[in-house]
């Protein structure tokens, strides 16, 4: 693998930057509009209510499930299937609405669901109950939000204390511009969004970071080393001589989470998808945006970080 990567490159990066950030730019605008209209599928974790997972046969339709739940619920009944169950066999969550703040079904209640389900859908076994109430899922919506809100934050001061405002810029942009992307490929898919997708879009958020921290380190030497030559030559000589670094670092972690989507079952695939498309999209953005998107900011040769900068000789 280091042998694929050992030929030094010479790829005009800051050439193809204009169209990259606009088109970039496009895709984050295209994505806040589909989180506007369309919105996410929310899990139970958010939404509130009742989750039943079950098992029935192949020959048992969605259908025939939502209408033997309705039969004895008063609660808005949506049944999707899933992947991962037996041979002749496929799985189903049952999702029942949360009504206020109390949890959306009682005890009783999910007992005769379970019941009506194993008498009239022969070969019917239930794997499992989540019962979130409205009060509950409200919080978590707050807090998911709070926690990708302050992540950014604080990685942009990390930045300006260890670079210069134009790097901390760059990096936010990056940042929310994986983030954007993530959240619409959901809402554009249609793909349950739940707390494990938050905790997949903060770690895109440290890997993404990860990888720019590294260019901009090389980035920055260089800006010390170079005297006359232009700035856009720096940038794109310092994401050359990383791009071997980054594209190792990017396939390896990709064979993994692929094989974590692979093998890992129906309860992962959610969060091993958004890690697959976070990876993919954080390196591209360490490489075509958070870097190029500096001469954006007014970066020159009077910007180049100083020497006795109290964080400037901190390690990668």
Known sequence: MQKLFSTKTQIPFMSMAKWCVRVSAILVIVSIALF???GLNYGIDFRGGTEIKIEVSETISVADVREQVSNIVAGEVSVITESGADAGKQGMKIRIAADGAEAAMSEDAITAVKSELTNKIEGSEVRGVT??????SSELVQKGIMAIGLTL???GIYIWLRFEWQFSMGAIVALFHDVSLTIGIFSLLGMTFDLSIVAAILAIIGYS???TVVVYDRIREKLSM???????IVINRGINETLRRTAMTSLTTLLAIA????????????FSFAMLWGVCVGTYSS??????????????RGDKPKSTTKFA???A
């Open 153 to 155: 934050i604080a990685i």
């Open 209 to 211: 970071l990860n990888d």
């Open 226 to 232: 170079s005297k006359s030559e232009d700035v856009d």
């Open 259 to 270: 094989a974590l989507y692979v093998f890992g079952g129906s309860e992962l695939r959610g």
């Open 313 to 315: 000789d901190i390690d």
């Open 131 to 136: 019962s979130i109430g409205g009060a509950v």
């Open 36 to 38: 506007l209209i369309k």
């Open 287 to 300: 490489i075509f945006i958070a870097s190029p998107i500096l001469t954006y900011f007014g970066l020159d």
